[in-house]
């Protein structure tokens, strides 16, 4: 049984996250998360928000607040929405934890004892209208690669390029739009990552092989354009102070850490945060310092990402010669876009995870954004597509099934499972099409394949309805009520199996269908396909209820409002 150490990309702090952002990152993490549970493993899923960096400075000067504060706030609404979104973290951090700084300062003394970090002084765009030095981001320009025009000043979001301030056309403050930018000296770290380029790719070399190709492309491309010495501290007031045992000057000086070089040490940072909750009873350091090969350690991201968790932060560990724990499968996922442009915060574009959860149930959104998933390609969101998957999907194969056995079997024979006659021909094909299925669906999951894992859910649903339409117990109970009582006892064993095996998508709906009978013990446990294949988990004389409907479908109406609330209107 493996240990599996599961991270999704830290959710930003400075505002309430997208549906992009949900489907791009934690979501299917949660989905992995959960179905690695069921199926008995040891599983530490980690994530936490990234607090630190100039647009958290600045939304919390924007709202008026100190930053902590504001930070505090936002991470406490963001998790308020995970937790509706049933993301079952095992913990969920904060980048600007105590452990965290001790580790990111414990990770730049290693990189400075081993040679690795050089203080430098450098010509920092400075911009006279804002009165400060300019973090990369802050400005924008034009690409040099692509042409893109808000391009920024660490990264072109259009062809992902790492790129320096210098090398944008036409740049300006993001802050003010002034181009009134002046060049001054300043003293930074850099960490010498050309020094350990070799190392990068002869790690991604050896471990590199299994990964999705949008994961090893985009980090193959990185390493072929030069993996450059980049400045790791700010001018910033925010943020993992340098520490001043090792370097007193700029310490003094207030210089942080840049926020993506304290980011990633997070996951290690919240896994401190998480164990520190129970000492007695949880090990960090088994996970993350000299973790046996059980440990197997899955990052889910979305590709502008990549570049930092297969290159950038490899590179951090392995320049600490310490036995850190480093990645060994990267699910990448491309975007999700909305009407003609990617889901952006930025622009205020697309629905947001708040408001989606004020319309509809989490399970719906769950559902949909993962048999939707960006996985091989940008994906487009529309709300007629949402609204036909729902209604579907979700009400007409799997809520209406579920509630039509159940209603029918308590009008007839009462509140227990019937016994009826013993299964036959058409029981024994129906199990061994569910064995058959599920086994599919159990190989897309171990394979991270969350599009077709979720097809071949939907078509396990579809052989219970193609099932019952065959049998037709409202028919058959005319006739042969031994009959019937068999095909509802079946389905109601259907019922059960979905129940279980849909967690990982609709774990709200999927709880529902399971207490739906009185049985004994942990019945979210899963089922290996071999035992699936009797569907008899749930005995004659089971008490059961009815549960409320499901899923409710989306009317016409509902899908108009949806879209002139949203601004669902082609671009
Ligand atoms: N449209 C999208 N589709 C899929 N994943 C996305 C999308 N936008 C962002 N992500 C991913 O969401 C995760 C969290 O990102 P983060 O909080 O930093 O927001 P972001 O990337 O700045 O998004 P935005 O630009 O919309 O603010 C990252 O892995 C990011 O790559
Ligand atoms: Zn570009």
Redesign the pocket.
């Known amino acids: 049984m493996a240990r599996h150490l599961i991270t999704s990309?830290l959710?930003?702090i400075n505002g309430i996250?997208?549906l992009?952002?949900m489907?791009?990152?934690m979501l299917p993490a949660d989905v992995y998360s959960r179905y690695l549970r069921q199926r008995g493993h040891d599983v530490l899923y980690i994530c936490a928000t990234?607090e630190h960096g100039t647009p958290a400075e600045l939304a919390a000067k924007e709202a008026g607040v100190p930053v902590e504060a504001f930070c505090a706030e936002q991470h406490d609404a963001q998790k308020a929405i995970y937790d509706g979104f049933q993301l079952a973290f095992d913990y969920f951090g904060r980048s600007s934890s105590a452990e965290n700084r001790e580790i990111t300062q414990h990770f730049a003394r290693k990189l400075q004892e081993n040679g690795f970090i050089e203080e430098r002084a450098i010509r920092q765009v400075f911009s006279v209208a804002d009165d400060r030095f300019l973090p990369d981001r802050y400005i924008v320009g034009t690409c040099p690669h692509c042409g893109y025009d808000k391009a920024r000043g660490d990264q072109c979001e259009n062809c992902t390029r790492v790129l320096d301030p210098t090398d944008l056309i036409e740049p300006r403050s993001a802050i003010s739009g002034s181009s009134e930018l002046e060049v001054r000296e300043t003293k930074h770290l850099f960490l010498l990552q050309s020094k350990l380029a070799g190392e990068v790719e002869a790690w991604i070399d050896a471990t590199g092989e299994e990964w999705p190709q949008l994961a090893s492309s985009i980090a193959r491309k990185w390493l072929t354009e030069g993996l450059h010495d980049r400045s790791i501290t700010r001018d910033l007031d925010w943020g993992v102070p340098v520490p001043a045992d090792t370097w007193p000057e700029l310490a003094a000086e207030g210089k942080v850490f840049y926020v993506w070089f304290d980011a990633p040490v997070e996951y290690i940072g919240a896994t401190k945060e998480w164990a520190d909750q129970d000492p007695a009873n949880r090990d960090w350091k088994s996970w993350w310092y000299e973790a046996d090969a059980t440990v197997r350690y899955t990052e889910f991201?979305?590709k502008?990402?990549v570049p930092f968790h297969t290159v950038m932060f490899p590179a951090t560990q392995l320049g600490t010669r310490e036995p850190w724990k480093k990645v060994d499968y990267v699910k990448a996922?491309n975007?999700?876009n909305y009407y003609g442009g990617?889901?952006?915060?930025?622009q205020k574009r697309g629905v947001f995870t708040d408001a989606a959860l004020e319309l509809l149930p989490a399970d719906y959104w769950r559902y949909f954004l993962i048999a939707n998933a960006?996985e091989s390609d940008d994906t487009s969101f529309s709300w007629e597509h949402f609204t036909a998957t729902v209604n579907k999907d979700l009400a007409d194969t799997l809520g209406n099934f579920v509630n039509r056995v159940l209603s029918f079997s308590r009008k007839r024979f009462g509140d227990a499972v019937p016994a009826g006659r013993a299964a036959g021909e058409a029981e024994a094909k129906l199990g061994a099409q569910t064995a058959e299925l599920l086994a599919e669906y159990e190989g897309h999951m171990e394979a991270l394949q969350f599009r077709k894992a979720a097809a071949a859910l939907r078509a396990l649903w579809s052989a219970g309805n193609s099932y019952l339409e065959e049998k037709a117990p409202w028919l058959e109970i005319k006739t042969d009520e031994e009959g019937a009582a068999l095909t509802l006892r079946t389905a109601m064993n259907l019922i059960h199996l979905y129940a279980v095996v849909s967690e990982p998508f609709i774990p709200a709906s999927a709880a529902a269908m399971r207490a739906a009978f009185a049985l004994e013990g942990d019945t979210a446990v899963w089922v290996s396909a071999e035992e699936a294949k009797a569907l008899d988990a749930v005995p004659a004389g089971t008490p059961f209820t009815v549960p409320p409907v499901l899923f409710a479908k989306i009317t016409d109406d509902d899908l108009g409002a949806y879209k002139e609330r949203f601004g669902g209107a082609d671009a």
């Open positions: 990309a959710p930003y996250k997208h992009g952002n489907v791009g990152s990234d991201m979305a502008d990402n996922f975007w999700l990617k889901f952006s915060t930025s960006p």
